[in-house]
């Protein structure tokens, strides 16, 4: 999730964690960036002004139109590719460009597309049960829900919602699902929260239906897929000194990171005795960040989104 906020309130819209975002791009005139998760544009304004050439990708139709015109005066240093980011590389050689100086994604879904009733992700508001990022993706969460068996959409609950009552909400989804409806956000939300026992729908803190539509977005998206991908084609992509500035929203997507991060940097085995020295002295990346920069508390203020925000930020070593 991100900070944005309703269309028309783009043209001051405040991406989440911009001050260590631009502290840590340091993007400057010449350098070529791509932003994977453009959304409003907020974090690519922020190069864009920084005076850096911007690619920006989107796989939602909706969201790159409500950004066209926010970036128009910098079409001469911005373009915005359509595609999921797992094919970032592939989007980009299409551009020609084979390397970037730096490397921005802001995962998941923005507060506008959560806002949005009829794309379905949220509960508050009610909506077709959709939840696809990309209209065209294959499956609604609908979908989802009638095709997958039983056990399968309490493990997917578990995985991706980390849901102690998987079991009985998937039962209840699932009855839900296959039945006459109508089949909307706020009608399936209120069946999550019947299939909690009484205790624990005292005692969340959150709305009973976090959770189970988390892990519902999650898989409708293969949102963990793409991050996935993300960060096996990251290294190839990011030039000598190419920093890569990853933000998150929860440990699904922290932790892979942060494992992925902590590879990247880690010193290579000192040579065992009788064997050849390792290739390198040093790991290819540095880290930018020793712990995961979040929110303060004027942030998560007036943007309550940022309090589950989490930055973390390599750089390639220069050659
Ligand atoms: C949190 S918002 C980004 C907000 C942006 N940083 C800003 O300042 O407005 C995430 C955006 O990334 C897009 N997105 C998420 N996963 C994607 C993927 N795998 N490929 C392409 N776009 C993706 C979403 O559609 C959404 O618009």
Partial sequence: MCAAHAVQQS?????????????LAAAKPGEVWVDCTLGFGGHTADLLAAGARVYGVDRDPQARAATAARLAPYADRFSMLSGDFRHVA?????????????LLADLGVSSWQLDQAERGFSFQHAGPVDMRMDP????????????????????????????PFA???????????EGPGPHSTTGLAAVVAGALPAKAQRTRHRHPATRAFQALRIAVNDELGALETLLATLP???????????IS??????????????AWTRPPEPPRRGLPAPDAAEPPFVALTRKPVIADEAEVATNPRARSAKLRAVMRRAA
């Avoid at 980009?92 to 100086?101: P, T």
């Avoid at 993706?137 to 919602?161: H, I, N, S, V």
């Avoid at 079991?167 to 699902?177: E, L, T, V, Y």
């Avoid at 190839?236 to 990853?246: D, M, S, V, Y």
């Fill in 249 to 262: 929203f929860h440990s699904l997507e922290d932790r892979p990171i942060k494992q992925a991060f902590a």
């Fill in 90 to 102: 592939a989007l980009l050689a299409a551009e020609g460009v084979e390397a970037v100086d730096g």
């Fill in 11 to 23: 043209s001051e819209h405040i991406p989440v964690l911009a001050e260590p975002v631009r502290r």
């Fill in 136 to 163: 065209a993706g294959p499956r609604t969460a609908l979908d989802l829900l009638r095709t997958l068996p039983m056990g399968e959409l309490a493990d997917l609950l578990r995985r991706y919602g980390e849901e």
């Fill in 236 to 246: 190839t992509l990011l030039r000598p000194g190419g920093r890569a500035l990853l």
């Fill in 167 to 177: 079991g009985p909400i998937a039962r209840a989804m699932k009855a839900w699902a």
